[in-house]
T-cell receptor, first 112, second 111 residues
Framework: DTAVSQTPKYLVTQMGNDKSIKCEQNLGHDTMYWYKQDSKKFLKIMFSYNNKELIINETVPNRFSPKSPDKAHLNLHINSLELGDSAVYFC???????????FGEGSWLTVV | AQSVTQLGSHVSVSEGALVLLRCNYSSSVPPYLFWYVQYPNQGLQLLLKYTTGATLVKGINGFEAEFKKSETSFHLTKPSAHMSDAAEYFCAVSDGNKLVFGAGTILRVKS
């Protein structure tokens, strides 16, 4: 069973659309994350939730809104998609902040 | 804030040769350090990590890394490269509630 699973894996959409990426972890972890990997492969954190509470919100446009309905799920909704949003988005989880972070397989978003 | 510098965006070695990927960190507190590997079109897989204790850390696939506080380094090594090691490798340091990643090093293995 996949520990951190995210869907969809590939997403191609037009500018201006709204899309969501879903993430679930079955590791029993209490902290979940969204990381963004840009075209140069640089990885940067976007959000982190601990027990459904937002604890990290980096300088991300308001068009990005995470939602954590429970400890095992952290979804990412993106409004009014722009070309620059094209990237790979990784969901991840850890048991307590600061411990090893386990990543999902990534969601490849292409905005055309 | 913590930061990581990976020296060399591309490293090329022959199959069977030593692999050395360099990572230097900056941290105001004792660091937790990690190496992750990313194969093409895949997610990040943890290779190894250093938290406390023994400074030589062994990971999966024959990789190991040594934490050297005096040099603020955490270089990744493997005695003998295999074709399947070709991937991108990321060093990361724990910064409170998140990981801060280096820019990555692409490892190419020549036959």
């Amino acid at each position: 069973d996949t520990a951190v699973s995210q869907t969809p894996k590939y997403l191609v959409t037009q500018m201006g659309n709204d899309k969501s990426i879903k993430c679930e972890q079955n590791l029993g972890h209490d902290t979940m994350y969204w990381y963004k990997q840009d075209s140069k492969k640089f990885l940067k954190i976007m959000f982190s939730y601990n027990n459904k509470e937002l604890i990290i919100n980096e300088t991300v446009p308001n068009r990005f809104s995470p939602k954590s309905p429970d400890k095992a799920h952290l979804n990412l909704h993106i409004n009014s998609l722009e070309l620059g949003d094209s990237a790979v988005y990784f969901c991840a989880s850890s048991q307590n902040s600061g411990n090893t972070i386990y990543f999902g397989e990534g969601s490849w978003l292409t905005v055309v | 804030a913590q930061s990581v510098t990976q020296l060399g965006s591309h490293v090329s070695v022959s199959e069977g040769a030593l692999v050395l990927l360099r990572c230097n960190y900056s941290s105001s507190v004792p660091p937790y350090l990690f190496w992750y590997v990313q194969y093409p079109n895949q997610g990040l897989q943890l290779l190894l990590k250093y938290t406390t204790g023994a400074t030589l850390v062994k990971g999966i696939n024959g990789f190991e890394a040594e934490f050297k506080k005096s040099e603020t380094s955490f270089h990744l090594t493997k005695p003998s490269a295999h074709m399947s090691d070709a991937a991108e490798y990321f060093c990361a340091v724990s910064d409170g509630n998140k990981l801060v990643f280096g820019a990555g090093t692409i490892l190419r293995v020549k036959s």
